[in-house]
């Protein structure tokens, strides 16, 4: 699964991205910091800071703490937007 996600990401697929890190959790299948982080990229450069910054806040409810690459990819998905204006 985090291998397609990454490949969502760099296609900017975010919608297929969170459709297969929803696909995860259907399958008990624990999705790991590189595919929340794969999905904050997609989400990045599809330009939808809002959704990133939703994953980035439930990340601390999950078992995973976000990282510095989640941070800093969630602040790029926000300046992608021109100061959040998308």
Not at 8 to 17: T, V
Not at 25 to 49: H, M, Q, T
Request: charged content about 15%.
């Amino acid at each position: 699964y985090s291998s397609a996600i990454s490949a969502c990401e760099k296609s900017a697929e975010w919608q297929k991205a969170l459709m297969l890190l929803t696909a995860m959790g259907r399958a008990i299948l624990e999705p790991d910091i590189i595919s929340y982080n794969a999905f904050l990229g997609a989400c990045k450069k599809g330009a939808v800071w809002q959704t990133a910054i939703f994953l980035l806040t439930a990340m601390g409810r999950f078992i995973h703490v976000p990282t510095i690459i989640s941070y800093n990819t969630a602040i790029s998905a926000c300046e992608k937007c021109a100061g959040w204006q998308c």
